[in-house]
């Protein structure tokens, strides 16, 4: 039931945000769970009152970075779709978790990059920003 309603959730949401974007978000919060706070500034940075310079520190960020989550993404999403059929091909245990470690490693780096990004905007953001950042994301 539950896997039910996340998918129509999943549904709802690509419907209601052009399904291109909304894919690439659900699969970046299949890939990994840690938060996507370059999304709220996206969605809420007006509401921050962000300095120029604040301004430019996290679009940089975010075009040097957002082609390694694309790529990560994607080579995980690839990773469990190939884990996937070869256990249904038979492969050897060993294949298996070779293949699995490779996936593992993959999602540890994007893990790694969520968490610089989250480090490198509490380096930007003042501390009020940063607690609005938080409201918006749990909110």
């Not at 039910?4 to 299949?30: E, F, P, R, W, Y």
């Not at 038979?90 to 999602?107: Q, T």
Request: hydrophobic share 45%.
């Amino acid at each position: 039931m539950k896997k039910t309603l996340l998918s129509c959730g999943v549904l709802v949401l690509m419907l209601a945000n052009g399904s291109a974007q909304a894919i690439d978000m659900a699969a970046v919060k299949h890939a990994h769970p840690l938060p996507n706070f370059m999304l709220v500034i996206a969605k809420h940075g007006e509401m921050l009152d962000l300095s120029e310079e604040q301004q430019a520190a996290l679009k940089a960020w975010g075009k040097e970075h957002k082609p390694l989550v694309k790529q990560l993404v994607k080579a995980i999403t690839q990773g469990e779709k190939a884990l996937h059929e070869a256990a249904l091909e038979g492969a050897s245990k060993a294949k298996l978790m070779a293949k699995l470690d490779g996936l593992l490693a993959k999602r540890k780096a994007l893990a790694e990059l969520k968490t610089d990004c989250r480090d490198n905007m509490r380096e930007v953001l003042s501390d009020e920003q940063w607690e609005q950042v938080i409201e918006y994301y749990n909110g």
